[in-house]
């Protein structure tokens, strides 16, 4: 075995009941070296969810009890964990709604095992990555009401914690880091995401505009400030 694939012992949480799909996933994970735990129902997922710390989560939009869109909004009531949408569902808006309730990236059917597991790779460096490269000295950054606890990985507003999927987490925590200046959508995306931005403005819109909301920032800017057609601003 490479030492590549004794170093991923990442804990991935599959969910769509289509078993084909499921075991094709399940095959193409497994060889990449990491755990995967299967549901075919909203139900049994929330219960596998209870029992184990999964580090990713791939979400089927469609499935026989509840919608997928709606686990996710009850998983990002717990947790923080890259969530991976896969849908046969591919217009903008189906989209938009899956990123704005927390997801961290849409993988439309059908698609190449190959590109999932890149995907899959890719978010989770982006959260080890995020982790390591915190600031050393100090276990928590703070501006007024507003506190990241990097130790914790969360965020508190008044003392109460706020629950962020990694990517807002991520995006505020770079903004939090670069304040007072303007940050535009390309260099938020290529730092967040670990990739060119190709011009990519709305998926950094989509999830700063979901920040903002959990936040109760959209209509103060006391936090983030918009910069009309360029990107946006950290206030301290």
């Keep these: 075995m490479s030492k590549h694939r004794l170093m991923k012992t990442h804990s991935i949480l599959v969910v769509d009941d289509d078993p084909d799909i499921v075991e094709i996933i399940s095959l193409y994970l497994t060889n990449a070296g990491y755990q995967v735990s299967t549901a075919s129902t909203s139900t049994e ?21 509840f919608d997928g869109t709606d686990l996710c909004e009850q998983i990002r009531l717990s947790l923080s964990c890259p969530v991976l949408f896969i849908s046969c569902m591919d217009d903008e808006q189906h989209i938009l709604h899956a990123l704005r309730i927390g997801g961290d990236d849409y993988i439309r059917k059908p698609f190449y095992p190959n590109e999932l597991v890149a995907r ?40 109460r914690e706020i629950i ?65 057609k360029r990107g946006y601003m950290f206030l301290t």
Excluded at 56 to 64: C, N
Excluded at 175 to 204: A, C, K
């Design 45 to 65: 997922a929330l219960k596998k969810i209870q029992e184990t710390d999964f580090d990713l989560i791939i979400l089927d939009v469609i499935l026989p009890d």
């Design 164 to 228: 962020l999927p990694p990517i807002e987490f991520e995006i505020l925590l770079y903004m939090f880091q670069r304040p007072n200046r303007v940050l535009p959508y390309e260099e938020i995306y290529e730092h967040v995401w670990h990739n060119e931005s190709l011009g990519d403005t709305r998926t950094v819109m989509v999830h700063v505009s979901n920040l903002r909301k959990k936040l109760e920032d959209r209509a103060t800017d006391k936090y983030i400030k918009t910069i009309k």
């Design 120 to 159: 899959v790779e890719t978010n989770l460096r982006r959260t080890a990555s995020e982790r390591k490269n915190a600031p050393a000295h100090s276990d928590e950054l703070s501006v007024r009401d507003l506190v990241i606890d990097l130790k914790k990985y969360v965020v508190y507003k008044n003392y």
